[in-house]
């Protein structure tokens, strides 16, 4: 990727630093005096950090440990963390988030994660979605991640909980931080470089940071187990149209005519030379040497060899904090962060076909040169259009997404005491903007293709012209494309004719004023009552404008419509920490916290949401805590306003008699032969069909034929809401100083969810469980069945639950000869998650599925000594139900009834060990060298996976990840 001045900037200042930090001395750190803070979770600040809600913490230096450099790879490793919505192997993604890094907590959706930046929201996109890897990770003091419902405190998206990240607040002197890491098999390349530097007293402070972040390109080439879509095991499977097609003539309806006995045919287009597996070969045009589809098996292509496996992401980013002291005891502070990160993901070149969009087809003209059956060949008046299907690998789709992300606000805080009573106030303007543009070239324009696929002939000078000898087209007006001819008959001219740019813009504004006072109404036997009262108002703006060609439907770029929108808010909350018994009788604490705050939106109306909460000691050493909360989360931008668009789904079709549900279920088959509700009805021997024109091979199903429609608004959706409940304990043994052992329970229930539903979800319903409703947008092929179409779009569908455990040890040991040792362990059991689509509906169970794991713990050894330190963790994934291949291959447990159907393969547990080593410098400087996946744990094959080039999890590590960093303090 071409660098931007921006980038090269950076990379040459960062570079000058290191030279600049061997000289200088490191800066001394200042110790703070014992103050109130604002604990995430609560706008009352106090001394005492132990809260009623279970709060996770993570320093700059667990941040540095992990190995990783981007805040939502370090987040994706927590062990509540679930699937991001959006991954870097979902090279197929086409939202304006793809590049991004998005936190799923508890596997609840990235949507219903708050994310704050030292207390205050941060950016989101038009769909509510924050995009993490715009926070550099060197500017990191520490992160908070609160396991709780917050709505009352924060309002509308805090119902996974809140992530709280809090930037550097001063420096004196600067830090310089270096980077390196890669994959064993030498590609994954990362690189990070940042600089940050702060002076200032007490009077006044300023500190500015940049940073380079880099995260390298992944093929799927290098590994065996990524080079196919299902892995070794099947390798010719998923194959798809090849580059050189296959053809059929043309019914009356405009539609492929494979009926022999209608005068039909379904042939491909013969290749020769030894098959290597990638579909390569010659080509003979000879109508004689066409053979049955069914007779070669090896004329189809492997997709997955020209997809990236991870795509390659850059971010650059400018920082800079001030403070300064006004008369009063009032502070000015502000912030200002710009953010701009590029994206690129490839793909393999377009499965073209004459129906690629089904109101505009494309033939090959009876007329045409290259027409093996036109009037040209068979004699004139005896020619006939042909319907082809052939993938055109010249020119693989490549999309750029350059993403820009700004954010500034700005404070004014006092303090001040009344009557004796200290009390703080703020009143704060916060502006948050993303806006970016999406690029993607390698897709047809089809009005140019059926220029070049129209009449054309063999002009006088032997080249072939568009049009006919008395009616010729020139050259600049048309191209001739031998799109029968296979990849090398391709000409530069005629790719470049038939070739379309894509574009869109996108972005989201969130403009918000607040104003907040907190502070001891009064004295209590058991300490102050606490108050914490304030007002917000917010007004958000979002779109996404894909070009007009695109709109038109006349390019095979997935045509969608505009979304524009916009909506306001105003908020009051008030929370109150009441203080009821201290040092008593097996009541050395007990007290409790109340909040409620109050909705109104200009979209939908109003919501009121509350919480109540308590801390519990029977003695010092134990600490028992419970919060219920209510939640909510307004529908967004995209889920009112979303313009919609097309989609290739992969979705297993339920009435296919082989995989689907209509195998194993009478019921189903009889919907399906039917024609149940309208849709079109399908045989007793219905199979789904690939786009190589081939029954599909697996329960995993394949990509529609055809493009479905998606995401479009709906402008009567109304908020989620939801009930949070948490209950647990802290234990902290005084007998045993370091200790601390956390439990805490969770049950999480939502209702009125707000989903983009599946295609599978959609056809599903229809035809497994009968629900006529949805069937309305599904329809059949007449003859061959296939579904041909079907919209999805988003609901307030039912009902989501999730409940579980987490449980925390932490343990600094005495410091011995040997060294100081630590011991951190943060374990997450998920008992249950579950979905149902109405009151009426049973529950679907997803725990232990694919993506949902009963446990997941991150356990980690630290020891240092004098200037030396090193961390051995080590991360668990329990065993998981993938879907299986087959009932009867790769399952051994085909009458499990799982979310995907009947029939699932149990995969083992896989446990993961992380080593590093640092030492600390003579010179103020910091070395740190590490391996993640030490013992080099491959990827394990499972089809429910998110990557879009192969059935890996590649947001796991694929192999041995090694890195080195270095710090430099001056």
């Known amino acids: ?130 995009d993490l890897s715009t926070i550099p990770s060197s500017m990191i003091e520490r992160m908070e991640i609160l396991k709780d419902g917050a709505s009352s405190i924060y309002g509308s998206d805090a119902i996974a909980g809140v992530i709280n990240i809090i930037l550097k607040k001063n420096m004196e002197g600067g830090q310089l931080s270096i980077y390196r890491g890669q994959y064993d098999e030498n590609d994954g390349r990362n690189k990070d470089f940042s600089l940050s530097y702060g002076a200032g007293n007490d009077k006044a402070s300023l500190m500015f940071g940049l940073s380079h972040t880099e995260q390298g390109k992944v093929g799927t080439q290098k590994r065996a187990i990524t080079a196919t879509s299902f892995g070794p095991d099947h390798p010719f499977d998923g194959l798809g149209t090849s580059p050189w097609g296959r053809i059929t003539p043309v019914n009356a309806a405009g539609n492929a005519n494979t009926s022999v006995a209608n005068g039909g045919f379904n042939r491909i287009l013969n290749h020769t030379g030894s098959f290597d597996g990638k579909g390569t070969g010659a080509n003979s045009r000879d109508p004689n040497s066409y053979h049955p589809y069914t007779n070669a098996p090896e004329d189809r292509y492997n997709s997955s060899q020209d997809m990236d496996l991870l795509s390659p992401n850059r971010l650059d980013t400018l920082f800079t904090k001030g403070e300064i002291a006004l008369p009063y005891d009032m502070r000015l502070k502000t912030t200002a962060m710009y953010s701009q990160r590029k994206s690129v993901r490839t793909i393999a070149g377009y499965p073209l076909q004459s129906a690629s969009q089904a ?48 954010h500034i606000d700005a404070a004014l805080e006092g303090d001040f005491t009344f009557r004796d009573l200290a009390w703080n106030w703020s009143a704060s303007y916060n502006h948050n903007k993303v806006s970016g543009i999406e690029t993607g070239n390698g897709n047809i324009n089809l009005l140019n293709l059926k220029r070049a696929l129209g009449p054309s002939f063999m002009n006088s000078a032997g080249r072939v012209q568009c049009g006919t000898p008395g009616a010729p087209i020139g050259f600049a007006d048309c191209v001739p494309f031998d799109i029968l001819g296979g990849p090398s008959a391709s000409t530069p001219e005629a790719l470049a004719y038939v070739n379309t740019m894509g574009a869109k813009t996108y972005g989201s504004t969130i403009n918000s004023a607040n104003a907040d006072i907190a502070g001891e109404l009064f004295q209590l036997p058991a300490g102050a009552l606490g108050l914490a009262v304030g007002i917000e108002h917010r007004e958000v703006k979002g779109y996404d404008i894909p070009d007009q060609f695109s709109q038109s439907g006349y390019s095979t770029n997935l045509s969608g419509q505009p979304t524009i929108g916009k909506y306001s808010v105003r908020e009051a909350y008030a929370e109150l920490n009441i203080p009821v018994l201290k040092n008593k009788p097996f009541a050395e604490l007990l007290s409790f916290n109340l909040a409620t705050r109050h909705s109104d939106y200009s979209n939908f109306g109003v919501t009121n949401n509350s919480k109540a909460s308590f801390m519990y000691k029977p003695v010092k050493d134990v600490l028992f805590r419970g919060t219920w909360a209510e939640g909510f989360r307004a529908p967004t931008v995209d889920d009112v306003s979303g313009g919609g668009s097309q989609s290739f789904d992969t979705f297993l079709d339920p009435c296919d008699t082989r995989f689907g549900e209509a195998a194993r279920d009478p019921a189903v088959l009889a919907r399906c032969t039917s024609g149940f509700a309208g849709t079109g009805a399908t045989t007793a021997t219905y199979r789904q069909l690939n786009q190589a024109n081939a029954p599909i091979t697996s329960t995993t199903g394949t990509q529609s034929l055809v493009a479905f429609n998606s995401g479009a608004g709906n402008q009567f959706l109304t908020p989620e809401t939801a009930v949070t409940k948490t209950a647990g304990f802290v234990y902290s043994p005084s007998f045993v100083s370091g200790l601390s052992i956390g439990l805490d329970w969770y049950n999480i229930a939502i209702a009125n969810r707000i989903t983009a539903i599946s295609a599978t979800y959609v056809a599903n319903q229809c035809f497994q469980e009968g ?131 009947t029939g699932a393969n149990k995969l083992g547990s896989v446990t993961i060990h992380d080593l590093s080593v640092g030492y600390k410098t003579s010179w103020n400087g910091n070395i740190r060298v590490g391996v993640n996946n030490a013992f080099d744990k491959k990827p394990r094959i499972a089809y429910s996976t998110q990557a879009s080039a192969s059935a890996v999890d590649a947001d796991m590590l694929l192999d041995r990840f090694f890195y080195v960093r270095y710090n430099q303090s001056f």
Request: charged share 20%; net charge neutral.
């Open 1 to 130: 990727m071409m660098e931007t001045l921006l980038s090269r900037s950076i990379r040459a200042i960062c570079l000058g630093g290191m030279t600049l930090g061997m000289t200088t001395a490191i800066a001394q750190e200042a110790s703070a005096p014992l103050q109130r803070v604002e604990v995430t979770g609560s706008r009352i600040r106090q001394v005492d950090l132990e809260t009623a809600q279970p709060v996770q913490i993570m320093s700059q230096e667990q941040i540095q440990r992990t190995g990783l450099v981007t805040v939502g790879d370090i987040l994706n490793n927590l062990s509540s963390a679930g699937a991001p919505d959006f991954s870097r192997s979902g090279s197929l993604t086409s939202n304006a988030e793809a590049g991004g890094q998005y936190v799923s907590l508890r596997n609840l959706g990235s949507n219903r994660l708050l994310v704050l930046v030292d207390g205050k929201r941060w950016t989101q996109t038009a769909a509510g979605y924050t």
């Open 359 to 406: 109101n505009y087809k494309v033939y090959v003209d009876k007329d045409n040169y290259y027409n093996p059956y036109g009037n040209q060949v068979a004699g004139a008046g005896r020619g006939q259009d042909l319907y082809f299907f052939r993938r055109t690998i010249e020119m693989p789709r490549v999309t750029d997404n350059e993403n820009r992300t700004l």
């Open 771 to 901: 629900n006529a409703n949805f069937c309305s947008v599904i329809k059949r092929d007449p003859i061959t069945g296939q579904i041909n179409q079907l919209a999805r779009g988003n609901a307030n569908l039912g009902q989501m639950e999730t409940e579980g455990l987490d449980l925390a040890i932490n343990y600094r040991l005495p410091r011995t000869s040997f060294g100081q040792f630590g011991i951190r362990s943060e374990t997450s059991y998920t008992d249950s998650f579950k979905t149902r689509a109405g009151a009426d509906s049973d529950w679907q169970e997803y725990a232990g599925e694919y993506f949902y794991h009963r446990v997941k713990s991150n356990n980690t050894i630290d020891w240092s000594q004098g200037n030396w330190s090193a961390s051995w963790g080590f991360r668990y994934f329990s065993p998981v139900k993938d879907q299986c291949w087959d009932v009867d291959v790769e399952c051994n447990m085909p009458d499990y009834e799982a979310s995907f159907g």
